[in-house]
């Protein structure tokens, strides 16, 4: 897990007016000038994050900074510090985002080289608080579009002098994630059971988190659901955890539970929830890297797995279909080629990528299979609010 543990430590990034390189439509991810609007912990929440921004009519993506070890969320990229530091301060001012800062330096590396910026005092920021740290990623009534929940909080002071804030009321929750006894970095999202499974929050995984009350009750669901393992889901009160089987409780009131995860198995299928294409376009997004890297690794973990890479689109229409070019960079539409075809063929072209990646990270071809199903096999109405997930990428497990 050494890999996808680095590239999960990562940033979220908002961008308004983003600069991109000439012809290519895709951010340059360089030495260059970010201007943020937030920072994650969570991938789930930096994805959803993101999401709420593109409603809010912002050009949002989000990408990679190890060096912090966060999602950051960019509005602007760009070469011009000055630029940056403008727009920066426009955000502040004029929209909710008072907490935007200039992340001057590189993003998306392994070894990230730069520095956070205040943009009115310009003096470099020493500490970046993650938001899902401080607050709650809610599901809005009107749809999957989360909004970012202000809640009270409480300060309370560390050993090291950093002031943490914590919520009203909350209690310190322990999600510990193993398989065989190994650590296994993920994501725990909370379901209110009182209003259909709504989801509430997600916490990252093997981190002491606070969670506050969510409902009168106190009945939650939690659900770690980490690629390349089947999904393990077990019913709490929060008011009274103890009384749940196999949840621990320290001389801290520290509750810890167990998540023993186990490896999928033949005939198991799982969906790549956070592998995204550029519109048109068999190549991945950059913020894929994370989980198609968890596919290699579960490959390469055990050289009996068989798969078979199922692509899928939204609707059959027919029409542009952007492809790698030679320099086969998966990740970004550089030096690309454009050809036309039908949805099934862009769905085959989509799952191809994914297996030429594996290819090139020393996975044995006779190992996966491609099957393209274009837009036969919706999760929803293709001019639904939801209709994006159709658009999506299945792994099957043929032998184990």
């Known amino acids: 897990m050494k890999r996808s543990l680095a590239l999960l430590s990562a940033a979220v990034i908002m961008m308004v007016g983003l ?3 000439a012809g290519s439509g895709q951010p340059t991810l360089g030495k260059t000038n970010y201007v943020v609007i937030g920072a994650f912990s969570v991938p789930k929440n930096a994805i959803e994050f993101t999401e709420m921004a593109k409603q809010n009519h912002l050009d949002a993506h989000f990408s990679i900074n190890p060096g912090r070890k966060l999602f950051y969320v960019f509005v602007m990229h760009t070469d011009n510090i000055e630029a940056a530091i403008v727009e920066a301060k426009k955000l502040r001012k004029e929209t909710s985002y008072f907490d935007t800062w200039v992340y001057s330096g590189t993003l998306d590396e392994d070894e990230p080289k730069g520095k956070d910026i205040n943009p009115i005092t310009r003096e470099q920021l020493s500490h970046v608080n993650p938001a899902d740290k401080k607050e709650t990623i809610v ?3 009107t749809g999957n579009i989360p909004v970012i929940e202000p809640i009270k909080t409480t300060s309370v002071e560390k050993a090291n002098s950093e002031i943490v804030t914590a919520p009203e009321g909350s209690k310190p929750f322990y999600f510990k994630i193993e398989s065989v006894g190994k650590q296994i970095g993920g994501d725990v ?3 209110d059971l ?3 499974n709504r989801k509430l929050a ?14 009168q009750s106190g009945n939650i669901s939690l659900v770690c659901e980490v690629f390349g393992y089947r999904k393990v889901q077990q019913s709490i009160n929060f008011n009274a ?3 749940t089987e196999g949840v621990a409780i320290d001389e801290d009131n520290k509750i810890t539970v167990s998540f023993e995860l186990v490896r999928l198995k033949k005939g198991d299928v799982a969906v790549m929830y956070n592998v995204y294409f550029f519109k048109d376009a068999a190549i991945m997004r950059p913020e894929s890297k994370y989980e198609v890297t968890s596919l290699l690794e579960m490959l390469e973990e055990n050289p009996n797995y068989k798969i078979k890479i199922h692509g899928h689109t939204n609707g059959n229409a027919h029409g542009k279909i952007i492809s790698m070019g030679e320099s086969k960079n998966f990740f970004a539409l550089t030096d690309t080629k454009t050809g036309f075809g039908s949805a099934k063929k862009l769905s085959e072209e989509r799952a191809r990528v994914i297996q030429n ?6 996975i044995n071809p006779s190992r996966m299979q491609i099957k393209a199903w274009g837009g036969k096999h919706p999760i929803y109405e293709k001019d639904s609010q939801q209709a994006r997930a159709n658009v999506r990428v299945e792994i099957e497990i043929l032998e184990d």
Do not use: C, H, M, W
Not at 357 to 362: A, F, K, N, S
């Open 19 to 21: 600069n991109v390189s």
């Open 202 to 215: 997600a916490y990252r995984g093997n981190e002491t988190v606070n969670l506050k009350p969510f409902n």
């Open 357 to 362: 990646y594996l290819i090139e990270q020393g």
């Open 139 to 141: 599901l809005a009534s």
């Open 241 to 243: 955890p103890q009384n």
């Open 189 to 191: 999202d909370v379901l």
């Open 194 to 196: 009182d209003k259909a």
